[in-house]
């Protein structure tokens, strides 16, 4: 099955239409696994080099997180997990939470996996707005409209074993974001992403914390000039971050 995590726009008609349809949970299921094999490929501090991803900048680094980049070195060499992006790269962000001041996991949970698309007209700027225009499973399968529409995938993750502690589990979720077809509205520039967001509880082994992950493949559409936009990205990407953080604070 070729991996959903693809730049051209799904047909709402084409998806499974209900939960209960035998379909649903291969598709879910489909889009999980290609979703883990992407955040996974990234290098970590014990597998810095790669392939298939260049480090970049680090943002936000007199903050209390710092936000690492990444970016795919060629769009001919897509990283494990990816569909078609037609000739774009992916971009990266990890950034992982520690200390007293740091959202729990259950702030991440209520941010990121419940109304995701709500929640983020909140705290990033640029979202003015989030609409759903379709639900096929409340609270994990859904579509919303802005100037990109998009399906949205919210699902949280079978916990994990500890390493250091026999007793405990740790937690995790998964937001992964597809583009479907949907008649653009006046005014509006249609823009295209595929994304995933994948956050989890870090073992003490580890170091403990949260663990924030995100990767993007874009394409604004309009008059944008790809060179440009895939240039910016990095540091776009970067700045939801700190602003997540202060709208969690807020709360």
């Given at each position: 099955?070729?991996?959903?995590?693809?730049?051209?726009?799904?047909?709402?008609?084409?998806?499974?239409?209900?939960?209960?349809?035998?379909s649903y949970q291969s598709y879910v299921d489909a889009a999980v696994s290609a979703a883990l094999?992407?955040?996974?490929?990234?290098?970590?501090?014990?597998?810095?080099?790669?392939?298939?991803w260049a480090a970049g900048k680090t943002f936000q680094t007199g903050g209390p997180a710092p936000v690492h980049t990444y970016s795919t070195r060629s769009a001919a060499?897509?990283?494990p997990g990816s569909g078609?992006?037609?000739?774009?790269?992916?971009?990266?962000?990890?950034?992982?939470?520690?200390g007293e001041s740091a959202p729990s996991y259950e702030a991440f949970e209520r941010g990121l996996l419940r109304d995701h698309s709500v929640n983020e007209a909140?705290?990033?700027?640029?979202?003015?707005?989030?609409?759903?225009?379709?639900?096929?499973?409340?609270?994990?399968?859904?579509?919303?409209?802005?100037?990109?529409?998009?399906l949205l995938l919210t699902t949280p993750l079978p916990p994990r074993p500890s390493a250091s502690d026999s007793?405990?589990?740790?937690?995790s979720f998964m937001v992964i974001s597809l583009p479907v077809e949907h008649p653009a509205e006046k005014g509006?520039?249609?823009?295209?992403?595929?994304?995933?967001?994948?956050?989890?509880?870090?073992?003490?082994?580890?170091?403990?914390?949260?663990?924030w992950v995100m990767?993007?493949?874009?394409?604004?559409?309009?008059?944008v000039p790809r060179i440009i936009s895939e240039k910016v990205m990095p540091s776009k990407i970067s700045e939801d971050v700190p602003s997540f953080i202060e709208w969690v604070r807020k709360q």
């Open positions: 099955m070729a991996s959903p995590l693809r730049l051209t726009p799904v047909k709402l008609e084409a998806l499974p239409q209900s939960s209960s349809e035998p094999d992407l955040v996974t490929s990234l290098p970590s501090p014990t597998s810095p080099t790669s392939d298939r060499q897509p990283p078609e992006t037609e000739g774009l790269r992916w971009h990266a962000r990890k950034s992982v939470h520690r909140k705290y990033i700027e640029s979202c003015t707005e989030a609409r759903k225009i379709k639900v096929i499973n409340e609270g994990e399968l859904e579509g919303a409209n802005r100037d990109f529409t998009f007793a405990r589990t740790l937690r509006y520039v249609r823009g295209r992403y595929v994304s995933v967001e994948h956050v989890q509880k870090l073992d003490e082994a580890e170091g403990g914390g949260i663990e990767a993007v493949s874009s394409s604004a559409g309009g008059m």
